[in-house]
């Protein structure tokens, strides 16, 4: 199996700074590439939306609503994935959820996606 372990997550004031990340692990973790890792979110009442995402060569890739408070940095070496989250408002209390897209590298091969369970981020004076 492979799971998806997301930490960092809490109560921040307006303006404050938050950092999540997300370790991939598991017994059969050594027989997948992990492509992309990423991360989304789920207000109460809204669809998930993406926050951003990055892939082995750390291009990555950010709603545009995200674009210079929220930064997403790799580990390869750990399978972790990091979210720095700066300047934060009260619009962006969710739930945020860790996704990984791996590509398997035996029978039957093909490209299978994770994810975490979620980490609670309240932004609230």
């Known amino acids: 199996q492979v799971q998806l372990v997301e930490s960092g997550g809490g109560l921040v004031q307006p303006g404050g700074s938050l950092r999540l990340s997300c370790a991939a692990s598991?017994?059969?973790?050594?027989?997948?590439?992990?492509?992309?890792m990423g991360w989304y979110r789920q207000a109460p009442g809204k669809q998930r939306e993406l926050v951003g995402v990055?892939?082995?060569?750390?291009?990555?890739n950010y709603k545009d609503s995200m674009k210079g408070r929220f930064t997403i940095s790799r580990d390869n070496a750990n399978n972790t994935v990091y979210l720095q989250m700066n300047s934060l408002i009260p619009d962006d209390t969710a739930v945020y959820y860790c996704?990984?897209?791996?590509?398997?590298?035996?029978?039957?091969?093909?490209?299978?996606?994770?994810w975490g369970q979620g980490t609670q981020v309240t932004v609230s004076s």
């Open positions: 996704n990984a897209k791996m590509m398997l590298n035996v029978a039957p091969y093909g490209v299978y996606t994770y």
């Open positions: 598991g017994s059969i973790l050594r027989l997948f590439s992990i492509n992309t």
């Open positions: 990055i892939n082995s060569d750390a291009n990555t």
